[in-house]
């Protein structure tokens, strides 16, 4: 099997994915913070959709065991598994331009989504 297959096997087992820019990002942010954590990504009820995206750094201790937890080259994404019903399949990419960037969400099971695209409905 070759190293491209292997990686596209690889991405389709998890839940939620994540291109390189946003990989390199939240490494980078992480680097700022002080301990070694992990990036913990759900849903909450609010946003001009219907629900929004949250994202934030969390002491991997806090995991539990209703968590998902996706491994990137060392570094964790955690879901709760409520969240990752809605999320399920999400991409999660980053970019730098001056109009449009900061972390972007291509949710497939988005029904609507606002027009910043932090926010969605089902």
């Known amino acids: 099997m070759s190293q491209t297959t292997t990686q596209a096997t690889a991405q389709a087992e998890k ?3 994540m291109s390189e820019a946003a990989l390199t990002h ?3 942010l992480r680097d700022k913070q002080e301990g070694d ?6 849903v909450r009820q609010g946003g001009c959709s219907g629900m929004s995206y949250m994202m934030d750094f ?6 539990g065991e209703h968590d998902e937890v996706y491994d990137y080259e060392g ?7 409520k969240s ?3 999320l399920y399949g999400l991409m999660l990419d980053y970019s730098d331009a001056l109009i449009g960037g900061g972390f972007q969400f291509t949710n497939p099971n988005a029904n609507q989504t606002c027009g910043c695209g932090k926010s969605f409905g089902t």
């Open 26 to 28: 939240v490494k980078a």
């Open 15 to 17: 839940g939620i994915l």
């Open 75 to 81: 570094f964790k994404v955690v879901c709760d598994r």
């Open 37 to 42: 954590l992990c990036l913990r990504v759900g």
């Open 84 to 86: 990752l019903l809605y």
């Open 58 to 63: 969390e002491d991997p201790n806090n995991v």
